[in-house]
């Protein structure tokens, strides 16, 4: 890879070690600020809506406006959101934060940052080694996810061992969170103009949402992965920390240690995904992965023991992200390159406003002990939905490298 690449998997594996910090303890701090459960999925749901409206400006002009550019922007918002969150109580302070910074309460990737940064590799790369390198560069983020969540457990837990207060200790996390908008800032700054596009490919077509050719397949792609994403706003990362904390009585460093384990597992079916989409095509790698993985997520509030559970979700982290590289490279494939930031924008925004709504049905769902477990029956049955949608869409419509 070149020196650009480098900087952009070490700006990715910095990033993915915030979010998985911070995954880990957002809903617990926010309950522990004195927030109700409405409140908290109100939050939640503002989080995913001001990322996806501030993200979508930013992505759409990327490949215009610089790239490098944006992605030092998404860096300010992070470390703003980081220090509000940090010092304040007030809830609406919180959901005005919330709002307009770029927050990841789910350990997955929020901000402009995916798009910007897989438009950025791929400018580098040829069709061929694409897939492959997307799954290396999901790895570093799972594995930076994973380190992230088992270190945020032992800190809080540590902490609180020590005779900080639960608010403190989680409090002192959220610090972490915004220091790590600063280094992504530092990092942005040493790229260099070679992931620009350059001058003689950028079109003169006028566009909408930086799109032209491509603007139906994005819009048609965009569609169904707002419904994943929809479906998976029902057992995001810090609400499923939140559900093994009442069913079980999981403490902070229990949970980072299922997450750590949880996240290793899905970085590594990243790169079997590569392997298995160059022999059956990248559409049926993302259909024929998930499929199973979402018939587990179901089985996961059915176990009666906290081992049975864990044993359960992690079985479903080792094939459920195998779609996403794969999804990835799908997207930036059937694009032209001035478009590649803007598809990968706009169907990550899609997702985003999918991903907005449901945390504010899932919160008080959690907090029903009778309907505790329906979020993951609910997330698990429209994502099953969704992988027969998209395998009868975009069966027949294949990328590049599987037309030679």
């Known amino acids: 890879m070149t020196g650009d690449a480098r900087l952009l998997f070490a700006t990715r594996i910095l990033r993915m070690f915030g979010y998985g910090l911070l995954s880990v303890v957002l809903v617990l701090y926010l309950v522990a600020l004195g927030l109700d459960g409405v409140t908290v999925g109100l939050i939640l749901t503002l989080t995913l809506l001001g990322d996806a409206a501030i993200s979508l ?5 990327a490949d215009r406006l610089g790239r490098r550019r944006i992605l030092i922007a998404g860096a300010a918002l992070m470390l703003l959101a980081g220090i509000v969150f940090a010092v304040a109580r007030d809830p609406w302070i919180l959901l005005v934060a919330a709002t307009i910074g770029v927050i990841s309460p789910s350990g ?29 560069y999901n790895l570093a983020g799972s594995l930076a996810t994973a380190s992230g969540a088992l ?16 608010i403190d200790s989680y409090r002192w996390i959220v610090v972490g969170y915004a220091v790590v908008g600063i280094g992504l800032a530092a990092l942005f700054r ?19 949402l930086g799109l032209h050719r491509s603007r139906g397949i994005v819009l048609r792609l965009a569609a169904l992965f707002s419904l994943d994403a929809f479906a998976g706003g029902f057992v995001m990362q810090s609400l499923i920390a939140y559900w093994f904390h009442q069913r079980f009585g999981a ?8 997450f750590f384990g949880a996240n290793i597992l899905a970085g590594f079916s990243a790169l079997a995904a590569a392997r298995l989409a160059a022999r059956i095509g990248l559409i049926n790698t993302m259909v024929f992965t998930h499929l199973p993985s979402n018939v587990l997520l179901i089985l996961v509030p059915l176990m009666p023991t906290l081992p049975l559970a864990v044993g359960v979700l992690l079985a479903r982290f080792a094939i459920s992200q195998m779609d996403v590289p794969t999804r990835q490279s799908y997207t930036i494939a059937v694009v032209d390159r001035d478009e590649r930031s803007a598809a990968a924008g706009v169907t990550g925004i899609a997702r985003s406003l999918g991903a907005a709504v449901s945390p ?11 309907l505790a477990g329906l979020p993951f029956v609910i997330g698990g049955g429209l994502k099953i939905v ?19």
């Open 386 to 404: 969704y992988d027969l949608l998209i395998l009868r869409a975009f069966s027949e419509v294949r990328p590049p490298e599987e037309l030679r």
């Open 360 to 370: 504010s049905l899932a919160t008080p769902l959690l907090q029903s002990v009778p």
């Open 190 to 208: 040493l790229v260099s103009e070679a992931v620009e596009v350059p001058v003689a490919e950028r079109t003169s077509v006028a566009t909408r």
């Open 57 to 61: 400006w930013l992505t759409t002009h």
């Open 251 to 258: 403490d902070p460093a229990t949970l980072g240690a299922i």
């Open 151 to 166: 270190v945020a457990g032992f800190i809080a837990q540590a902490l609180q061992a020590s005779g900080s207060s639960t």
């Open 108 to 136: 997955n990737e929020v901000g402009p940052f995916l798009a910007v940064e897989q438009a950025s590799l791929s400018q580098t790369l040829a069709d061929r080694d694409r897939t492959r390198v997307f799954g290396w």
